[in-house]
Nanobody
């Protein structure tokens, strides 16, 4: 089993920045992909960014050039640096981890473990 704990959410004005952190514990050796998803009210959960154990990354088009995902394997932590935030970035952000299979999954169902979520609110 893997436990994921997110932190770093909050309220920020448009144009501002936030950094989310997700600390993994438990059977961490099994993790090969970590990612961030978000879900806004009334919308489906969508991939924001993901990173493999080898450092390969994938971003949603809507956040490319503004968000950066990184991973500290020594600390078992993944980060999401969010710059130039927009009101449409407002959502609950979830950390996810994949322990079965390889590569960045095409959908949320490909991830095996989820954090509890952290709220990000961007005011205009």
């Amino acid at each position: 089993q893997v436990q994921l704990v997110e932190s770093g959410g909050g309220l920020v004005q448009a144009g501002g920045s936030l950094r989310l952190s997700c600390a993994a514990s438990g059977s961490i050796r099994s993790i090969n992909v970590m990612g961030w998803y978000r879900q806004a009210p009334g919308k489906q959960r969508e991939l924001v960014a993901a990173i493999t154990s080898g450092g390969t990354t994938n971003y949603a088009d809507s956040v490319k050039g503004r968000f950066t995902i990184s991973r500290d394997n020594a600390k078992n932590t993944v980060y999401l640096q969010m710059n130039s935030l927009k009101p449409e970035d407002t959502a609950v952000y979830y950390c996810a981890a994949r322990a079965t299979g390889w590569g960045i999954p095409l959908s949320a169902s490909g991830f095996d473990y989820w954090g509890q979520g952290t709220q990000v609110t961007v005011s205009s």
